[in-house]
């Protein structure tokens, strides 16, 4: 049983581009979480996605948007990239309700 | 602003002993706990979890104590072995958020 997926597992990109990171759920879940761990830190919460909307919203920009699918699967984009935004961003899945997520083994995005 | 704190950025342990790992949080809200454990290139995967109802949960060689009143939590693992070297994150639940520490460091030496 495959858990979470996340595409790819390493990018860099310039200041001003724009990022588009992909997740897959765990089989089972229908609740996406997105989380940036920035070196050093824990992971910190962006947004949650269910039944295709935003639940839920951290302290992140407007940069940050994402977009869940029919078939759960998750999208993380960020526009306007600042060095700053260089991190590991996790995705974590879960059934809605559930307090335990699942996490993948995250994207390494790098600005520079 | 860091809701959720460990305080010890790394730990060492000689391998069969006790290893206790402390957390600390601000918001009186958080009704539910969880540790999880991080290994380099890889995501957490979820350790053990306290519901704020209770004061203690194991799970074989992992127990975690929950002290609301202290607003502290703490993990303890006997006996440690050196596959438990690992970066170890507590983490709150507030609504449909985790709100993690910055994680300690667990090195278990043989």
């Known amino acids: 049983d495959a858990g979470v997926t996340q595409s790819p597992t390493h990018l860099i990109k310039t200041r001003g581009q724009q990022v588009t990171l992909r997740c897959s759920p765990k089989?089972?879940?229908?609740?996406v979480s997105w989380y940036q761990q920035a070196l050093g830190q824990g992971p910190q919460f962006i947004f949650q996605y269910y039944e295709e909307e935003e639940r839920q919203r951290g302290n992140f920009p407007d940069r940050f948007s994402g977009h869940q699918f029919p078939n759960y699967s998750s999208e993380l984009n960020v526009n306007a990239l600042l060095l700053g935004d260089s991190a590991l961003y996790l995705c974590a899945s879960s059934l809605t309700g559930a307090n335990v997520l699942t996490f993948g083994a995250g994207s390494r995005l790098t600005v520079l | 602003d860091q809701q959720v704190k460990q305080n010890s950025p790394s730990l060492s342990v000689q391998e069969g002993r006790i290893s206790i790992l402390n957390c600390d949080y601000t918001n009186s809200m958080f009704d539910y706990f969880l540790w999880y454990k991080k290994y380099p290139a890889e995501g957490p995967t979820f350790l053990i979890s306290i519901s704020s109802i209770k004061d203690k949960n194991e799970d074989g060689r992992f127990t975690v104590f929950l002290n609301k009143s202290a607003k502290h939590l703490s993990l303890h693992i006997v006996p440690s072995q050196p596959g438990d070297s690992a970066v170890y994150f507590c983490a709150a639940s507030g609504g449909y958020a985790l709100n993690f520490g910055k994680g300690t460091s667990l090195l278990v030496t043989p």
């Open positions: 089989s089972g879940h229908d609740t």
